[in-house]
């Protein structure tokens, strides 16, 4: 009994730290990328050697920020907000396989569970901009309701197909069912899934609900201090989660040759950490008329291609 106590208590340990630090680690890497990217001198300054401590010049600049609350916010629903934000990335990363045996908790419905609790994440923002009694953060709140509707779809229906073709719903049962040939015949819903994930947490180009330069913060635009960085902090929480639930059931988990399943696990996940920083700084903001378009008329065929696709792959192979 003292074993198994021990046991949750080390692997809750280490998924509290994984989640305090891979999304540090992530947003230290959108610096320094988009430094080199768009030869941005800043984050390369601070610190020194290759502006080791932007990172932390940052979080030392929200602590000394000041907490304000407008006078015509709901105070208990603008206080709450950040924390449901950030809150159900953490809950997700419990049932995120790192390595063979290395999961917080293995869930026969992982991924239903997954995909359920993602979705509660939006409803931060939709709280925050409702709540902040401005009517820029109101607009903002609505658009992100709306993207959230309109991706979630596409986003199951890729997530479902692969569930179809690995016959199961644990995470870890996925990624052991997984095998390389997997890869070209579930490209599309790869690319729909990692698209409409983008667009769940509002990243460029599918930043509509903060567009700066209409919203000029959209719901997070009167939170300062360490309620803003809670905000970001959940958006890179969000990336890491993104990126690791795309590895997980489109490119092997930990499966890989010579390295360790953890090891090649984490290099997937900053890769694609890579790959959505690269899209930040390569394509313009879409407009809320392309956006929506983009989700009813592309992906949502494009996924339902894919499930038919995956059901007469399945009845072949018998």
């Not at 106590?5 to 305090?20: E, K, P, Q, S």
């Not at 609790?117 to 820029?136: D, E, H, R, T």
């Not at 199961?168 to 095998?179: C, D, F, H, R």
């Not at 460029?204 to 609900?209: A, E, Q």
Request: charged share 10%.
């Amino acid at each position: 009994m003292i074993a198994e106590v021990l046991d949750a208590a080390v692997r809750l340990l280490v998924i509290v730290t994984a989640f305090l630090v891979l999304p540090l680690v992530a947003g230290q890497m959108e610096h320094k990328v988009m430094a080199h990217m768009q030869a941005r001198l800043g984050p390369m300054c601070a610190g020194g050697f290759h502006g080791w401590a932007q990172l932390v010049a940052d979080g030392v600049k929200f602590m000394q920020k000041e907490e304000i609350v407008p006078a015509a916010a709901d105070r208990r629903v603008f206080a709450l907000a950040p924390g449901v934000a950030l809150i159900p990335y953490l809950l997700v990363m419990v049932v995120i396989p790192v390595g063979p045996g290395l999961v917080g908790v293995d869930l026969d419905a992982g991924l239903f569970f997954v995909l359920a609790v993602m979705g509660v994440g939006v409803l931060g923002s939709v709280m925050a901009g409702w709540s902040s009694g401005n009517k820029y953060s109101v607009l903002g709140g609505i658009r992100s309701a709306a993207q959230l509707m309109s991706y979630e779809l596409p986003l199951v229906l890729a997530a479902s197909s692969v569930a179809m073709a690995a016959g199961t719903l644990s995470l870890p049962g996925i990624v052991q069912a997984w095998q390389w040939w997997w890869l070209p015949w579930q490209a599309i819903g790869a690319v729909v899934f990692f698209v409409a994930g983008l667009a769940e947490l509002r990243r460029p180009p599918f930043d509509m609900p903060i567009a700066d330069s209409e919203l000029v913060m959209g719901p997070m635009t009167e939170y300062t201090g360490m309620r803003f960085a809670l905000f970001m902090l959940a958006e890179y929480a969000g990336i890491v989660v993104v990126s690791a639930l795309t590895t997980v059931l489109f490119l092997g988990g930990w499966q890989g040759p010579f390295l360790p399943g953890p090891v090649w696990t984490l290099l997937k996940v900053f890769l694609l950490v890579f790959v959505i920083i690269w899209l930040r700084v390569s394509y313009p903001r879409l407009r809320e008329d392309q956006l929506q378009r983009l989700a009813w008329v592309v992906l949502v065929p494009l996924a339902l291609a894919q499930l038919a696709l995956t059901g007469i792959v399945r009845v072949v192979a018998g």
